[in-house]
């Protein structure tokens, strides 16, 4: 200890000059705000307050790479290191001296730089909790003085080593900063890079500690431990970040904190979800789930684009076969096409534009049909639907859509596509028109024929369109955000436009296609109404069940009981009913209470959806919450989570 | 040697791709007065850095009572060191420096004390900075702190290089008679085989990196003789030349003796008279070998 404080009190003396540097500083800043108020609009406490924390932090910084670069590597600093040395003081000691004397007088410095601030502005630097990090910082740039000094003294030939060592540390920090931001949220982005960056700094420091303890006043010698121990700083810790984030995605996560997004094949056995894990980190990430093992496989495609928006998943799944196709990364131009079963991905690069987002998949995953959208850029381009082969990027069929949208739905043997053609541009915050058109493409044609077109009222915003056989269910709503306070208008049609149901319901309606007849779904009071009626719109049956109040359902059929309802209950909790008609009474009537512990981005906007049928495990409807999965029984009316496992939604 | 309390072995050291010390051997006995002499160039202070732990050999180590001083640099604490190049702060007085050694622990009060009085004795002054000091001066200041902690094992590169006859005789007195008040180890790099030969017990040789001679100075002195031979031509019985120069009456020539009897027979034989050369001689002799 007695050695440390001798050698402190050397170095301390010997670079004492530099209190004067922070002095003259302050001076400086004095006649800055004395004088400064003729020049500028500013009161001399304005212009201190401002310029002493920068005064503070430029000096400091400034001074603390100075000083590491003097202390101990140049031919005054061996100098040092040789008489501290000669009179038994350990190199660590005195490495340890030099930092902590540098230390105090940098920050010494800085504030006797800013006493014109602090004086008018008491408080002004206040150490608190980033002033441990601050000084970590110093350190950080003392070493790196330090070593770059020692390194360009020294004109060795392992500045070859350096580069290179450099160049991949460059690399990997800056794949780290990809992979941190298109993984995380932002926040947890910038905080892990920073803890990496601590990381790295410590090590920096470290490095100059190994250098003097390994190299001693010896040049070459020093230089060489510079070599081995600095850049391999630099790059470790950013290699370890990656390693470790790597592993993560490798291995399947224990933990699922939330599902944002869900695509099963046709028989509910495999799943493409996206979510986040690992909750102390909140991961997202794209994933396979085995329902039947249930085994959770991470894909290596990142979730937010380069600003760290969280990108939501665009997927479609073969209508037979357990593949998904999906859009591997924003910006990205080219088509990921995964195996549900194995994680096994190729990607297809269709040589569209990088708006492109895929729509359907044909059979097999033999046809990829893609929509091309320039608009999402802002381009002021025709939208269009592009079907290719999947293996060739051959093209096969398109079809132009102008202003439109398109949503796609493939069956074995065609693929149907819902265009929904807005007046003008889509705004919520007016009520338009829009008019719906369904397009046949058969697998094996190369032209879409299209089957129907149907103008909707312009006051209502948001449908939800299904097709069975040779009918078609509009349920169109006016909607204002999630508030469906407002009727809710069904359709059924034939392909030929003609009309066989239309009713009016009340707001926060449903209805589906089923196999024995149009199932009709609507709220009133604390129960929920369910009918259903023939293709001429004449009740067979109806009950009510008592799901308490609700806004909006979600219907199923299944082979255990004819119906299944999932309903958004109020306050938030979801509400499952079965119904068999032709059965006294109801089926079970489950509530559970749903926590939202995870926000993806809120859509407000209207829009029109297919309503697709509902994946069935075990004979089970499977509805996707806000945070999770889950498969209503209807025979035993009890609900089995099944994503996430290990926490109550 | 029981106990050594320095061990060079097998010592090489390079400067990038120059070699400057190559496969250096000695060991130095406790209480003894040991020069290592070489010419310019020789890597006496390359082989002192080596030895005090600054830099690392390539081959070979340096042991300080038994232990690697590399690794153990708080051997230090037991040696007095005056190099050639000083690294003594040169902005410090002789007082402040002494102020700094006491805070360190390298001197008690009273060895503060006796540094400053030493100081005034040499005719330092101790308030002005070392840097503001003669060079002649500046040695003796620096032989002053190496004396001061009363080390066991003092090491000094040329502490009297430049320094003027007065102010050597001076560091002379001061040494001597610290060698006399203590059992101190010296290990003394000079080029100066005068003062060498006048102080020391034990020699290390040192030309080119390599140590061509070490041990007790007499045996150094009684291995080689000094005979004028009338001729260059003339061969010689017992030993081999190492060295010729022409003086008056014939070649000096410094011989190596192999077999003393062999050898004393022949200059009996020749009719001439073999000296004991002195360590300046030798020295010449092997250098220009």
């Known amino acids: 200890m007695r050695a440390f404080f001798a050698s402190f009190a050397y170095f301390f003396r010997h670079h004492l000059w530099t209190l004067g540097l922070g002095a003259g500083t302050g001076f400086v800043v004095v006649l800055l705000g004395l004088f400064g108020p003729r020049f500028w609009n500013y009161q001399p406490k304005e212009i201190w307050a401002d310029v002493g924390p920068m005064a503070f932090l430029a000096l400091a910084l400034t001074l603390a790479a100075v000083l590491g670069s003097k202390s101990l590597a140049t031919n005054e600093g061996m100098r040092h290191l040789r008489f501290l040395a000669g009179q038994g003081v350990r190199w660590v000691t005195a490495w340890l001296a030099a930092l902590a004397a540098s230390l105090v007088l940098a920050v010494a410095c800085g504030v006797l730089a800013a006493l014109p601030a602090l004086g008018a502005l008491p408080g002004l630097l206040r150490p608190g909790a980033p002033f441990p990090a601050f000084l970590l910082l110093l350190a950080a740039l003392w070493a790196l003085g330090h070593l770059l000094t020692a390194a360009a003294r020294a004109r060795s030939l392992w500045i070859a080593w350096d580069l290179v060592v450099l160049g991949l540390s460059v690399l990997a920090w800056r794949e780290l900063a990809m992979v941190l931001g298109r993984f995380l949220e932002p926040g947890k982005a910038s905080s892990l890079a920073m803890d990496t960056g601590l990381v790295a700094a410590v090590l920096v420091v470290l490095a100059s500690l190994v250098t003097v303890n390994k190299g001693h006043s010896h040049m070459e010698e020093a230089r060489r431990w510079v070599s081995w121990s600095l850049w391999p700083a630099v790059l470790l810790p950013a290699l370890a970040a990656l390693g470790g984030f790597e592993l993560l995605i490798q291995r399947a996560p224990r933990h699922v904190e939330a599902i944002a997004g869900a695509y099963p094949e046709k028989s509910g056995r495999f799943w493409l979800l996206s979510g986040e894990s690992y909750p102390w980190l909140r991961l997202g990430h794209r994933f396979l789930w085995d329902a039947q093992t249930d085994r959770l496989k991470i894909l290596h495609l990142p979730t937010r684009d380069r600003y760290g928006w969280l990108w939501d998943m665009q997927a479609t799944v073969a209508p037979d076969l357990p593949v998904a196709a999906l859009n591997p990364e924003p910006g990205d131009a080219s088509v990921a096409l995964v195996r549900l079963d194995t994680g096994a991905t190729t990607r297809v690069s269709p040589g569209l534009p990088p708006e492109t987002f895929p729509c359907a998949l044909g059979p097999g995953g033999q046809t990829l049909v893609l929509f091309v959208d320039p608009q999402v850029k802002g381009r002021n381009e025709h939208r269009r639907l592009v079907a290719i082969e999947a293996q060739t990027a051959e093209k096969i069929a398109s079809l132009e859509l102008g202003r439109s949208f398109a949503l796609c739905q493939a069956s074995p043997e065609a693929l149907e596509v819902l265009e929904i053609h807005y007046p003008s541009e889509p705004d919520p915050s007016h009520e338009m028109g829009l008019e719906l058109s369904l397009w046949r493409l058969f697998w094996h044609d190369r032209t879409f024929a299209k089957l129907l077109s149907v103008p909707l009222p312009a006051d209502y915003l948001a449908a939800t369109v299904q097709r069975r056989g040779n009918l078609v269910l509009i349920a169109a709503r006016r909607e204002w955000g999630r508030d469906a306070t407002r009727d809710t208008l069904l359709w059924v049609l034939d392909l030929d436009g003609q009309v066989l149901v239309n009713r009016t319901l009340p707001p926060a309606s449903t209805a589906a296609l089923t196999s024995q007849g149009v199932l009709l779904v609507w709220p009133e009071g604390d129960k929920t109404h369910l009918e259903l009626v023939d293709t001429g719109g004449q009740r067979l049956a109806a009950t009510a069940v008592p799901t308490g109040g609700v806004f909006g359902c979600q219907t199923a059929e299944s082979e255990k009981a004819a119906f299944v309802v999932g309903c958004n209950a109020t306050p938030q909790g979801v509400a499952f009913a079965a119904w068999a008609p032709g059965r006294a009474t109801a089926g079970a009537v489950v509530r559970i209470p749903e926590k939202r512990v995870y926000r993806w981005p809120f859509k407000t906007m209207a829009s029109v959806t297919w309503a697709e049928p509902r994946p069935q495990l075990g004979g089970n409807p499977v509805f996707l919450l806000s945070t999770g999965l889950v498969a209503f029984d209807p025979a035993t009316g009890t609900v089995r989570q099944l994503l996430p496992r290990h926490q109550p939604l | ?289």
Not at chain 2, 2 to 7: G, I, L, S
Not at chain 2, 129 to 156: F, K
Not at chain 2, 244 to 269: H, M, P
């Open chain 2, 1 to 289: 040697m029981n106990n050594p309390v320095m061990e060079v072995r097998s010592l090489s050291f390079a400067y990038g791709s120059q070699q400057v010390l190559n496969g250096v051997s000695f060991t130095v006995a406790a209480k003894t007065f040991t020069v290592l002499a070489g010419p310019n160039g020789a890597g006496k202070t390359t082989l002192i850095r080596c030895i005090l732990g600054f830099f690392r050999p390539s081959t070979g180590d340096v042991r300080l009572w038994g232990q690697r001083v590399w690794d153990h640099p708080e051997l230090c604490r037991r040696l007095g060191i005056a190099a050639e190049a000083s690294d003594l702060p040169p902005a410090w007085s002789l007082a402040q420096l002494a102020r700094w050694l006491h805070l360190a622990g390298r001197l008690t009060a009273q060895g503060q004390a006796e540094l400053l009085e030493t100081a005034v004795r040499l005719g330092l002054p101790p308030a002005t900075p070392l840097g503001a000091l003669s060079r002649g001066e500046r040695s003796l200041a620096q032989l002053a702190v190496a004396l001061a902690p009363r080390p066991e094992l003092l090491v000094l590169d040329e502490p009297t290089l430049g320094v003027d006859v007065v102010a050597q005789e001076r560091a002379l007195d001061l040494l001597l008679g610290f060698l006399e008040e203590t059992e101190c180890t010296v290990l003394l790099a000079t080029q100066d085989l005068t003062l060498a030969e006048r102080l020391a017990s034990h020699v290390v040789m040192l030309h080119r990196g390599q140590c061509t001679w070490s041990g007790p100075l007499d045996e150094l002195k009684t291995s080689f003789a000094l005979v004028t031979l009338p001729s260059a031509e003339t061969s010689v019985a017992g030993g081999e030349v190492c060295a010729r120069q022409e003086v008056l009456g014939g070649i000096q020539t410094t011989v190596r003796i192999n077999d003393s009897k062999a050898f004393a027979s022949w200059c009996q034989s020749q009719g001439l008279v073999a000296r004991t050369p002195g360590l300046g001689q030798v020295a010449w002799a092997l250098w220009q070998g």
